[in-house]
């Protein structure tokens, strides 16, 4: 951004990819390759820390607009824009993070002990959040509708957060992992009395299976849980850990933490951080899938007699 303002640049346009599966230049960011039939990634300017003055207006087009005016310059031919772009800037909480939204199904002998579900209730600004995140949070309230209306009542306490200022950085997730669970080189008392923590942030595709984040220990226990529901597609169980969502936060604090596999569909190429992700995009079908086996899960580690084995720490240890 100095450089462009030092050699005079008033403003930035960047494009897309030609299609849903092809990227654009090698120079973009992802974010900004998936561009197609009006899709629009609306995310750009910078660091989201810095001071507005020091930045300057970037605008994504579609593919279609942007190599126009490509194709004129190489001709030779001036291009001028008019731009009129009007943006409002909305001040943060006062904690900078906003705020989680919790709530728990109280457990019987061992209720002292909790099983942990969540999903991110924020969402980009280009539209309503429906596949990011809106569709998880649903999902996981799902799940403890299902569970109250059986009348059947968890060993364990079952509890759900929906948190706040993902998109910021998994604020919501971290701040609360570390207040109530420290951190995993000096953990408070409720740390160890986490049997699991399973998100979900994928989308409104079908769960197909489980991230097990290379906690080996869970996969003899995993795979007697997914036997009943491979009628329902579930079949896979991850070694590899995945990031870039609110699992890590506990994940990080020493709790045996989780992703669900999902079925993308359009999520990558179409409704992920676009003004397409809108409720129009949401599969209800998928989303009963969904909640009825993150259902399975949940029961099966709230009434399981050990908790869930935890990874051993970085460098050895517990």
């Given at each position: 951004m100095r450089f462009y303002k030092t050699e005079g640049v008033a403003a930035l346009f960047d494009r897309g990819g030609e299609s849903d599966t092809t990227a654009g230049g090698s120079d973009l960011t992802w974010q900004q390759q998936r561009i197609d039939g009006g899709t629009f990634v609306v995310q750009s300017g910078g660091d989201r820390n810095a001071d507005p003055r020091t930045l300057m207006p970037q605008v994504t087009l579609a593919v279609e607009h942007y190599n126009r005016m490509v194709r004129l310059l190489e001709h030779n031919v001036p291009v001028k824009v008019d731009l009129d772009?009007?943006?409002?800037?909305?001040?943060?909480?006062?904690?900078?993070?906003?705020?989680?939204?919790?709530?728990?199904?109280?457990?019987?002998?061992?209720?002292?002990?909790?099983?942990?579900?969540?999903?991110?209730?924020?969402?980009?600004?280009?539209?309503?959040?429906?596949?990011?995140?809106?569709?998880?949070?649903?999902?996981?309230?799902?799940?403890?509708?299902?569970?109250?209306?059986?009348?059947?009542?968890?060993?364990?306490?079952?509890?759900?957060?929906?948190?706040?200022?993902?998109?910021?950085?998994?604020?919501?997730?971290?701040?609360?992992?570390?207040?109530?669970?420290?951190?995993?080189?000096?953990?408070?008392?409720?740390?160890?009395?986490?049997?699991?923590?399973?998100?979900?942030?994928?989308?409104?595709?079908?769960?197909?299976?489980?991230?097990?984040?290379?906690?080996?220990?869970?996969?003899?226990?995993?795979?007697?849980?997914?036997?009943?529901?491979?009628?329902?597609?579930?079949?896979?169980?991850?070694?590899?850990?995945?990031?870039q969502t609110d699992h890590t936060a506990f994940d990080g604090v020493g709790i045996p933490a989780f992703q669900f596999v999902q079925e993308r569909y359009e999520y990558n190429s179409r409704t992920h951080h676009t003004n397409m992700d809108f409720l129009d995009r949401v599969q209800p079908a998928d989303m009963k899938q969904i909640a009825t086996v993150a259902a399975v899960f949940v029961w099966q580690t709230a009434n399981r007699e050990e908790k869930l084995p935890r990874k051993p720490a970085p460098g050895g240890g517990n």
């Open positions: 772009l009007r943006v409002k800037y909305v001040d943060e909480a006062p904690t900078g993070g906003g705020f989680n939204v919790v709530g728990e199904i109280p457990g019987t002998d061992k209720a002292d002990e909790i099983v942990l579900i969540g999903a991110h209730f924020d969402s980009w600004q280009g539209a309503t959040g429906a596949t990011d995140n809106a569709a998880g949070c649903a999902a996981m309230m799902e799940v403890l509708r299902i569970l109250k209306s059986t009348g059947l009542r968890p060993r364990r306490t079952i509890r759900i957060g929906l948190w706040g200022a993902e998109e910021a950085g998994l604020v919501g997730s971290r701040t609360y992992a570390t207040e109530h669970f420290g951190t995993r080189a000096e953990p408070k008392p409720e740390n160890p009395k986490v049997a699991a923590y399973f998100n979900l942030d994928n989308g409104t595709g079908k769960i197909r299976g489980i991230w097990m984040q290379q906690n080996t220990a869970v996969e003899p226990i995993f795979r007697q849980w997914i036997a009943p529901l491979k009628d329902l597609g579930v079949d896979i169980l991850g070694p590899r850990s995945v990031s």
